[in-house]
Nanobody
Framework: QVQLVESGGGLVQAGGSLRLSCAAS????????MGWFRQAPGKEREFVAA????????YYADSVKGRFTISRDNAKNTVYLQMNSLKPEDTAVYYC???????????????WGQGTQVTVSS
């Protein structure tokens, strides 16, 4: 069993930066691909980024490529999402997820956090 707790969300002006963290419990964290997803009001949950168990491979949605960076520290059981050059359209609840059950970009993961709100003002 893995429990995920996100933190780092908040209100930021367009062009600003935030760093989200996702702390995981459980000894199997380092064996899982991890993902970040987001969900805006009235919209479906969408893929943002994912990282392989070793951190050696990363994947990004086209909408965030070049602005967001996913990383992980397996010694700390934590995955991060550095978000730069934020835009109002990045406003959403951001979720961390562990162990994809299908493709990493599909919101079908074994474990989910509770989410953290990110609001970008124009």
């Amino acid at each position: 069993q893995v429990q995920l707790v996100e933190s780092g969300g908040g209100l930021v002006q367009a062009g600003g930066s935030l760093r989200l963290s996702c702390a995981a419990s459980g000894r199997t964290f380092s064996t899982y691909t991890m993902g970040w997803f987001r969900q805006a009001p009235g919209k479906e949950r969408e893929f943002v980024a994912a990282i392989s168990w070793s951190g050696g491979t990363t994947y990004y949605a086209d909408s965030v490529k070049g602005r967001f960076t996913i990383s992980r520290d397996n010694a700390k059981n934590t995955v991060y999402l550095q978000m730069n050059s934020l835009k109002p359209e990045d406003t959403a609840v951001y979720y961390c997820a562990a162990r994809p059950l299908r493709d990493y970009a599909v919101a079908y993961y074994d474990y989910w956090g509770q989410g953290t709100q990110v609001t970008v003002s124009s």
